[in-house]
C-alpha cells in the first residue's frame, strides 16, 4: 500500500462524504499546493474557502438539492471547486464537452434542465450560440471570481445520502445525440480511491493534467490524486510540456499526440492510457509512446 494511503483512510469516518474532503484536506495540509502551473498557486486551504464561498453563491442563486449547474470550460480548478460545491449542496454538476457543437450542448443543457452556468469567457460564443447565457450564469474571471471573493463561506456539512447525484456526464453522441449517464458522491470516491491504489499514489503525486479533457474520464484521475493530498499540474502554455512535468516532478499523466518529442528517462512518471484505464511506467527508458506495462490495472469506470 503506498504511504499516505492507509492514514487518509484512517482519517475517514464511517459518515465521511465526499463533500467532506475539502475540509479534511484543509486540516491535514492545508499550505500543501493543490493546483499549479497555469495562474496562481492554489493550497488546499485556500482551495476549501473557495468551495465554501461558491456554495454560497450558488445557495443564494437557488441552487440546491437535484439542481443542474452547467460548466463550459477547458481542464481548470473551477472544475474541482464547482464538483465539491455541488457535492455539499446536493446538486449536480453538468460538464459540457467544448468540442460539440452549439446544437449538440442545447440538447444537453435542455436533456439536464440546467438552470445555472458557470461559462469561460475564451468560450463565449460557443455559450451564447447553445444557448447557455439564456440561464443564470457567471463568467470565469468575471462575475464569478467577484461573487466568491464577497460570499460568506457556507457552513453546512455535506451529510447526504452515498447514492446522491454529483454529475451528469455525456457521451460523444456517436450514435445520434449525446447520452446523459448521473454519477453518485459514493461512485465518484469509490474511483478516486481505486485509481490511487492502481496508480500507487502517494502524498508525493502530482497530475498534468492537461489531457483528458475533464468532462471525461480525466475528472475521476484528477480527483484520486486531489484525496491523496496530491498536486493538480496545468500547462502554463501549449510549449511547456516537459518544463512542467520536471519542475513539478509529474507522477502521473496521459501523453497526447501533440506533445513534442522527448528522450530524457523520467522513471517517476506513470502514463495513463485507454478508456478502461491501463497504467504503465516509463522504467527509467527513453521517452517513447510505449512502455512496459505494470502489473495493475484497474477500471476508471
Not at 470550460?73 to 457535492?87: D, G, I, Q
Not at 496530491?230 to 510549449?239: D, Q, R
Amino acid at each position: 500500500m503506498p504511504a499516505g494511503l492507509g492514514e487518509r483512510q484512517a482519517a475517514q469516518s464511517a459518515d465521511f462524504t465526499l463533500a467532506d474532503l475539502p475540509g479534511k484536506a484543509a486540516d491535514d495540509w492545508g499550505d500543501r499546493v493543490a493546483f499549479a502551473g497555469a495562474g496562481p498557486e492554489m493550497t488546499y486551504g485556500t482551495f476549501h474557502d473557495r468551495v465554501r464561498r461558491l456554495a454560497a453563491v450558488l445557495s443564494q442563486a437557488g441552487v440546491a438539492e437535484g439542481t443542474r449547474v452547467g460548466l463550459l470550460s477547458a481542464n481548470e480548478a473551477v472544475y474541482f471547486e464547482l464538483f465539491f460545491a455541488c457535492a455539499l449542496l446536493g446538486a449536480v454538476m453538468v460538464p459540457f464537452n467544448v468540442r460539440l457543437a452549439p446544437r449538440e450542448i442545447a440538447h444537453q443543457r435542455e436533456n439536464a434542465e440546467v438552470g445555472h452556468a458557470v461559462l469561460s469567457p475564451a468560450l463565449a460564443d460557443l455559450a451564447m450560440s447553445s444557448g447557455l447565457t439564456t440561464v443564470t450564469h457567471w463568467w470565469l474571471g468575471g462575475t464569478y471570481d467577484a461573487a466568491i471573493a464577497v460570499a460568506a463561506p457556507d457552513p453546512r456539512r455535506g451529510a447526504w445520502p452515498p447514492g446522491t447525484p454529483v454529475t451528469q456526464m455525456y457521451t460523444s453522441g456517436t450514435t445520434g445525440f449525446p447520452k446523459g449517464c448521473v454519477h453518485s458522491q459514493e461512485g465518484w470516491r469509490a474511483s478516486a480511491l481505486n485509481l490511487a491504489l492502481g496508480l500507487r499514489l502517494d502524498r508525493r503525486a502530482a497530475v498534468l493534467a492537461q489531457a483528458p479533457l475533464f468532462h471525461a474520464w480525466g475528472l475521476g484521475v484528477v480527483l484520486s490524486h486531489l484525496y491523496m493530498g496530491g498536486t493538480v499540474v496545468f500547462l502554463p502554455g501549449p510549449g511547456d510540456f516537459w518544463e512542467a512535468v520536471d519542475r513539478y516532478q509529474v507522477t502521473t499523466l496521459t501523453v497526447p499526440r501533440t506533445a513534442p518529442a522527448d528522450g530524457r528517462p523520467r522513471e517517476q512518471v506513470t502514463v495513463v492510457t485507454g478508456l478502461a484505464g491501463g497504467f504503465r511506467r516509463s522504467a527509467g527508458r527513453p521517452w517513447r509512446h510505449s512502455f512496459p506495462t505494470l502489473t495493475t490495472t484497474v477500471s476508471t469506470a
